[in-house]
């Protein structure tokens, strides 16, 4: 069973960046999908970005210009490089994979879509 570990949260000022990692415990080439969810405090999660084994990416419009999903097969590894953040990217954020992208496939960008998810990561942007 591959875990997945968020990190690169942080602190930061609106106009800021940080890079988020989610680094698998086994081969993260397995995962055919992966995305990045958020969840702000008393909202519900919400998905970022999303990835798929061949390069492909899906953002949602309130981070599309900013932000940028990427992996590293050879490092087990997703990113999420964010750029010009605001307070409203502030969260926790979610790693999630699954080993098909079927489900994406029907659903999208969406939570049923990934069956494996990290801890998560805390994003705080401050104004």
């Known amino acids: 069973q591959v875990q997945l570990v968020e990190s690169g949260g942080g602190s930061v000022q609106a106009g800021g960046s940080l890079r988020l990692s989610c680094a698998g415990s086994?081969?993260?080439?397995?995962?055919?999908?992966m995305a990045w969810f958020r969840q702000a405090p008393e909202k519900v999660r919400e998905a970022v970005a999303g990835i798929d084994n061949t390069g492909r990416t899906t953002y949602v419009d309130s981070v599309k210009g900013r932000f940028t999903i990427s992996r590293d097969n050879a490092k087990n590894t997703l990113y999420l490089q964010m750029n010009t953040m605001t307070p409203e990217d502030t969260g926790m954020y979610y790693c999630?994979?699954?080993?098909?992208?079927?489900?994406?496939?029907?659903?999208?960008?969406?939570?049923?879509?990934?069956?494996?998810w990290g801890q998560g990561t805390q994003v705080t942007v401050s104004s």
């Open positions: 086994g081969f993260i080439y397995i995962y055919a999908c």
């Open positions: 999630a994979a699954d080993r098909t992208c079927t489900r994406a496939l029907v659903y999208g960008l969406a939570e049923r879509s990934y069956q494996h």
